[in-house]
């Protein structure tokens, strides 16, 4: 039972009532959605449970309340321990969200192949508008709480599914099983997911840039931080900064110019060096420097030539 922020006197009953993950979810979009009607919330839960249905209880003498059921209802079709069977669709993923197996039955039902493993991230396949939710759940789940429920998925061509999922976690993994959901058909999002123009620094790297092209036109609800994070895979120091009309998408941050490299093949190469303060116009060399080959290296200005 769970107590709603400016509510204290309204009682929240989910069902399943032992299912802990649901209830957590449940609690968090009510913090984020206080003053929401039953119906205003419902619609709201379902963006994340298609079938969560929100009942009023309001009986005189008696505190109000709202029944929450994560499956609209008791369902046969979900009762026992469906996801005990061997030929369901399984997916492993490690605990920062990349998919790491997948069997064949999961491969199609996402439509994916062997060689997007350990490439695509969970994420890529939630509906568009869930980002938030998914990110939350996944993270109840990570912390060792199962969950069981209809979600919506979206395979690799952009369509939408209702599929039932069991997670949990196992060690440094998270597990789901899945099945569709034969008798849901899931309702498109009235949302409108911008699809932003990327500007790439440097320009001249192709394949950085083709890339962060594919690694955007996978997402399904993309952000800056989720664009840095698949980047980060190939690119370990890339950023990506939202410039309003545009994403300035970095290679390497502005930071990295080369005096600042930390590193200690630079340190020992530069320490001196990058100490000296600049010099305004080029040294002058005698001519006794010249002939005997004495090396000269210089921190100018546009930075080392290393």
């Given amino acids: 039972m769970l107590a709603v922020p400016g509510h204290p006197k309204l009682q929240i009953i989910t069902i399943p009532t032992d299912d802990a993950a649901f209830l957590e979810?449940?609690?968090?979009?009510l913090r984020s959605n206080d003053h929401?009607?039953?119906?205003?919330?419902?619609?709201?839960l379902r963006r994340m449970f298609p079938r969560a249905v929100v009942r009023?209880?309001?009986?005189?003498?008696?505190?109000p309340a709202w029944y929450v059921y994560r499956d609209g209802g008791w369902r046969a079709s979900l009762a026992g321990f469906w996801w005990e069977a061997q030929d369901l669709p399984r997916i492993v993923v490690t605990r920062d969200g990349w998919l790491a197996e997948a069997n064949a039955t999961a491969q199609g039902l996402l439509e994916i192949g062997p060689e997007d493993l350990g490439a695509r991230h969970f994420t890529d396949f939630i509906a568009p508008g869930t980002l938030e939710d998914s990110l939350a759940l996944f993270d109840i789940v990570d912390r060792g709480n199962d969950v069981t429920a209809t979600v919506i998925l979206r395979p690799a061509s952009g369509h939408l599914l209702a599929v039932d999922l069991h997670g949990w976690r196992d060690g440094d993994t998270l597990v789901g099983v899945l099945r569709l959901a034969e008798d849901l058909e899931p309702t498109p999002p009235r949302l409108d997911i911008e699809r932003p123009s990327l500007r790439f620094?440097?320009?001249?790297?192709?394949?950085?840039?083709?890339?962060g092209d594919v690694a955007l036109?996978?997402?399904?609800?993309?952000?800056?931080?989720?664009?840095?994070?698949?980047l980060r895979r190939l690119y370990p120091h890339a950023e990506v900064v939202d410039a309003g009309d545009h994403w300035l998408v970095r290679r390497e941050p502005e930071w990295r110019?080369?005096?600042?490299?930390?590193?200690?093949?630079?340190q020992r190469r530069q320490r001196a060096v990058c100490r000296r303060p600049r010099q305004a116009a080029p040294p002058q060399i005698d001519s006794a420097d010249a002939g005997a080959g004495r090396a000269v290296t210089l921190c100018a200005v546009g930075g080392v030539d290393a």
């Fill in 25 to 29: 979810m449940v609690g968090r979009l």
């Fill in 36 to 44: 929401a009607t039953p119906h205003a919330f419902e619609a709201r």
């Fill in 56 to 63: 009023a209880r309001e009986l005189s003498g008696e505190a």
């Fill in 201 to 211: 620094e440097p320009q001249t790297d192709a394949a950085f840039r083709g890339y």
């Fill in 217 to 230: 036109a996978r997402m399904s609800e993309p952000t800056p931080a989720g664009l840095a994070l698949r």
């Fill in 257 to 266: 110019h080369p005096c600042a490299l930390n590193t200690a093949r630079h």
